[in-house]
C-alpha cells in the first residue's frame, strides 16, 4: 500500500532568489500535523514507508524551475507539487476558499461572497490537482484529500477511478444547513457530490458530521443508516475523527535544555507577575478583540491584580493585503493602546503584544511558562493551540481557558469552557484561572494530558486510513454480486440457447428512477419502445410485477404484449386477457386506517396519499426530509398498535409506507406466474425490499438483480435503472 496525501500546501514553501528556488518549513496545524504523523508513523525517512504527498509548493513558480523544484521535492519529501498561476490562486484561494468557504464554513456569513468567477476558478483548480494525481496514481494506493480547498476532487478521483479507496477530512467546521443553503443550489450541489466521491469523510466533531448528513438529505435527498450513505453503486461511510497533536514532539520540547535556559530568562522578565498567554493568527475567527475586551473588563473588576498580571498577546501576520484584516489589525492596535492607557503605569504594562511568528522553541517554553492559556476563538474546527499548551505543561500545572465554539472543547470539559461571544465570561473565567490552587490545576490537567497523549496524531491518522481501508472491504463485500461484463456475457449466452424466457420486471426504481409525485413516473418513449421491443420476441414472456395500481399499469403500459402483476400481487393480467384476482381480498379495513393517514398527510407538507383498491401508500418524497423521518417513524408506531387485530401488513418502501392486505406479496405473485409455465430461463429485477420476496420465490439458477447495495437475496446487483435499461437493450440485441 503507498498513502497519496492530496491537500492545497504542501510540507514545504518554495521561493525562487537569485535564480535558485529555495525551499522552507511550512507554517500551518495541518501540514504540521500530517508531517508528524508521517514522522511518528516511520514514513518520512527515506527508506521509510511508501507514500507520496501531493500539493501547491507555496508561490508561483516560473515554469524553468518546475523541473529542478519536482525533483528536489521528489527526492527530499517524496512530493508531487502542483504549479499554478498567480492569477488562478487569487481567484481559487483568496476568492472563493478564504472569501466565500472560509467565513460561512465559520458562521460569518456577513463576510461572504459569492462571485460567479472565484467558483469556477475553484472547480478548474480542482480539476488541475486531479490532472496532476491522474499521472501519480498506481492501482494499489490509498488516497487521502485534506480540507476545504479541495471538496470537489474527490469525486473527480472517482469518476475514473471508481474502485481506488478514497479518504476525505474537513479541517474546519461543517455549518448547519441553514448557512450552508446560502450558497447557490447548483454550488452546494456539487461540492456535497464532490465530497460523496470518496469512500470516508471525516469530520473533528460528531457536530460537523450530523451537519454534513444533514445537508446530504436536504441537498441530495441522501439518507444515511449510522452515518452510512447508500449510493446505487457503493457506501459512503461519515464519522468523526477528532485530530491529536505530536504530543511527544511538545513534552520532550518542553523538557529540553533550550527550554529550561528560556524559562530562566522568562522567569526573570517576569518576575512578581502572573502571565497569561494568548498567540494566534490574525483572523476574524478567532475572537482577538473580544479577547481584550475581556481582558479589559476583567482589569476594570478586579483592581487587586492590577500591577500583578501581564497579558502576553502574540499575533502572527496573516493576509496582509486583504482589507478586511487590515482594518481588523488596525482595531486590535488600538484596543492594546486603550488597555495601555486606562490601566497601565511607569512601572507596569498591562499587555506585551507582539505581531510576529514564533519559533517552535519560543512557542514550547511560553506555554510551558505561563500561567494560563487564553484560547477563545469565535469559531474553530479543532484549534490545536489548546492542545500543544497541555502537552508543554511537564509539571500538570497551568490553567487553559477554552472557547466552546472550539472543536477542542468536545474532547476538553476539564478546561475553563466559555461562550468567546460575550466577554463577561472571559472576564470572569480569568479572575477564575488566577485564583484556582495547584492542585486543582493539577486534577484538570492530568485527565486532559493522558487523553492527548492516548489520541495523538499518530492515532488520530491511523485510525482514519484504517478505517478508509475497511470501507474497501466493505465495498468489496458489497461487490462480490456485481452485476459484470463477464455476467452479462453469460446471461447473453444463456438468453440465446433458452427457448422459452420468462422476464420479470420491477417498475419504480427499477425501469423508471424515483419521482417526487407518483403519477409522474409515466414511462418515458424509450422505455416504451425498449419493453415493446423486449416483448415482441415470441421466445419472451415479459411481466411488470409492481405495486402500482392496475389502472395505472393499464394506461401506461396496457397497449403493449405484456403481462402485468399490480398492487404488489393483487391482480394479474395475461397477454389478451382481462384482470383477476389472484387471491381473495377485502377493502374493508381502508375506512379505519385512512382516517390515520390523512391526519399525517395534514401534519407533513409535501406528504400524499395514494388510494389503491385493496391498499393505502403515504408517500413523503416531497417533504422535508428530517421532518418526514420523524413523522414516518410516528405513523409506523401508531399503525402497529392501530393494524395489530386487522389482517393487514405495514410495509416501509423507499420514502413510503404502504398498508395492504396480509399474504399478499410479489413472492406469491411469482410463485403462481412460475408454474403457469415452463421456463428454460429466467431474469428477474428490483429494486427495494418488496421484490426480495419475488427473489426468494425464483429458482436458485434465475438470473435475479437487486438495483442497488442494499443486502438482497439477488444473486446480482446493478447501480441503477439506467444499467437495467442497457441490459435488457443487449439482450434484445442478442442473435
Known amino acids: 500500500m503507498r498513502l497519496v496525501l492530496i491537500s492545497n500546501r504542501l510540507p514545504f514553501t518554495v521561493t525562487v532568489k537569485d535564480g535558485k528556488p529555495r525551499f522552507k518549513e511550512s507554517p500551518g496545524g495541518l501540514t504540521t500535523g500530517l508531517w508528524s504523523y508521517l514522522e511518528r508513523a516511520g514514513m518520512a525517512g527515506v527508506d521509510g514507508a511508501d507514500f507520496l504527498w501531493i500539493g501547491w509548493p507555496g508561490s508561483t513558480i516560473a515554469s524553468e524551475h518546475h523541473e529542478k523544484v519536482a525533483e528536489r521535492a521528489r527526492k527530499e519529501y517524496k512530493a508531487h507539487p502542483v504549479f499554478l498561476a498567480e492569477e488562478a490562486m487569487e481567484r481559487f484561494y483568496h476568492g472563493f476558499c478564504n472569501a466565500t468557504i472560509w467565513p460561512l464554513f465559520h458562521y460569518f456569513p456577513t463576510y461572504t461572497t459569492f462571485d460567479e468567477e472565484c467558483w469556477r476558478e475553484y472547480q478548474q483548480v480542482n480539476q488541475a490537482f486531479y490532472e496532476a494525481v491522474r499521472n501519480q496514481l498506481q492501482p494499489e494506493d490509498v488516497v487521502w484529500v485534506h480540507d476545504y480547498q479541495l471538496m470537489l476532487l474527490p469525486r473527480l478521483i472517482r469518476e475514473h477511478y471508481p474502485t481506488l479507496p478514497i479518504g476525505f477530512f474537513l479541517h474546519i467546521p461543517f455549518p448547519s444547513f441553514e448557512l450552508f443553503q446560502l450558497l447557490p443550489s447548483a454550488w452546494r450541489r456539487e461540492i456535497l457530490e464532490g465530497l460523496l466521491g470518496a469512500s470516508l469523510i471525516g469530520f473533528h466533531t460528531h457536530d460537523y458530521t450530523r451537519h454534513f448528513l444533514s445537508c446530504a438529505v436536504r441537498t441530495l435527498g441522501r439518507e444515511h443508516q449510522l452515518g452510512r450513505i447508500t449510493l446505487r453503486d457503493r457506501v459512503v461511510k461519515v464519522d468523526t475523527f477528532p485530530m491529536g497533536i505530536d504530543f511527544d514532539k511538545f513534552h520532550r520540547g518542553a523538557q529540553s535544555a533550550d527550554c529550561e535556559e528560556r524559562m530562566s530568562k522568562l522567569r526573570e522578565k517576569f518576575a512578581g507577575l502572573k502571565v497569561i498567554f494568548s498567540v494566534d493568527r490574525l483572523d476574524y475567527t478567532k475572537g482577538l478583540i473580544k479577547r481584550l475586551q475581556g481582558y479589559d473588563l476583567f482589569l476594570a473588576q478586579n483592581p487587586q491584580w492590577h500591577g500583578k498580571v501581564v497579558l502576553v498577546l502574540v499575533i502572527s501576520p496573516s493576509r496582509t493585503g486583504v482589507e478586511t484584516y487590515q482594518a481588523m489589525k488596525r482595531e486590535i492596535d488600538e484596543w492594546v493602546g486603550r488597555i495601555h492607557g486606562a490601566y497601565g503605569s511607569i512601572h507596569w504594562t498591562p499587555i506585551l503584544y507582539q505581531y510576529r511568528n514564533m519559533s517552535f522553541p519560543q512557542l514550547v517554553s ?87 497523549r492516548r489520541y495523538n496524531v499518530l492515532r488520530w491518522a491511523e485510525e482514519f486510513v484504517h478505517a478508509l481501508q475497511a470501507t474497501e472491504s466493505t465495498q468489496m463485500a458489497a461487490m462480490v454480486k456485481a452485476f459484470g461484463p463477464a455476467t452479462l456475457a453469460t446471461l447473453r449466452t444463456e438468453y440465446a440457447k433458452a427457448r422459452q424466457r420468462g422476464i420479470l420486471l420491477d417498475y419504480d426504481g427499477t425501469l423508471r ?36 395500481p392496475r389502472a395505472d399499469l393499464d394506461q401506461w403500459l396496457g397497449a403493449l404484449p405484456l403481462g402485468l402483476i399490480a398492487e404488489h400481487g393483487v391482480w394479474h393480467k395475461a397477454v389478451g386477457q382481462d384482470w383477476r384476482q389472484l387471491r381473495a381480498v377485502t377493502a374493508e379495513w381502508k375506512t379505519q386506517v385512512r382516517p390515520i393517514l390523512q391526519l399525517y398527510v395534514d401534519r407533513l407538507p409535501g406528504a400524499l396519499l395514494e388510494e389503491k383498491e385493496y391498499s393505502l401508500a403515504w408517500h413523503y418524497r416531497r417533504a422535508d426530509p428530517d421532518q418526514g423521518s420523524l413523522r414516518a417513524k410516528e405513523l409506523l408506531d401508531d399503525l402497529a398498535d392501530f393494524t395489530r387485530n386487522i389482517d393487514v401488513q405495514v410495509l416501509e418502501g423507499n420514502k413510503v409506507i404502504e398498508i395492504r392486505n396480509a399474504g399478499v406479496n410479489k413472492g406469491a405473485a411469482a410463485l403462481e406466474w412460475r408454474t403457469a409455465g415452463a421456463y428454460d430461463f429466467i431474469l428477474a429485477f428490483g429494486d427495494d425490499w418488496t421484490d426480495e420476496d419475488m427473489f426468494r420465490a425464483l429458482p436458485p439458477e434465475a438470473f435475479s438483480v437487486r438495483v442497488g447495495l442494499d443486502n438482497t437475496a439477488a444473486r446480482f446487483r446493478v447501480p441503477n435503472a439506467a444499467t437495467v435499461r442497457e441490459i435488457l437493450r443487449q439482450l434484445i440485441r442478442t442473435p
Do not use: W
Not at 487564553?374 to 511537564?394: I, W
Not at 417526487?516 to 414511462?523: E, N, V
Not at 423486449?534 to 405495486?547: C, H, K, P, T
Open 366 to 452: 511560553m506555554f510551558r511558562f505561563c500561567d494560563v492559556a487564553l484560547v477563545t476563538p469565535l469559531r474553530d474546527g479543532m484549534n490545536l493551540v489548546a492542545k500543544e499548551f497541555l502537552a508543554s505543561r511537564t509539571d500538570q500545572t497551568g490553567v487553559l481557558i477554552l472557547s466552546e465554539m472550539a472543536g477542542a472543547a468536545k474532547e476538553m470539559g476539564e478546561a475553563l469552557v466559555i461562550n468567546p461571544f460575550h466577554y463577561s465570561e472571559i472576564a470572569e473565567a480569568l479572575a477564575h484561572a488566577l485564583s484556582l490552587s495547584i492542585e486543582e490545576q493539577r486534577q484538570r490537567n492530568l485527565v486532559m494530558q493522558e487523553r492527548l
Open 513 to 548: 428512477p424515483f419521482v417526487p409525485d407518483p403519477q409522474q413516473a409515466r414511462p418515458d418513449s424509450e422505455l416504451v419502445e425498449l419493453l415493446g421491443a423486449l416483448a415482441s420476441d415470441r421466445a419472451n414472456q415479459v411481466v411488470i410485477i409492481s405495486g402500482r
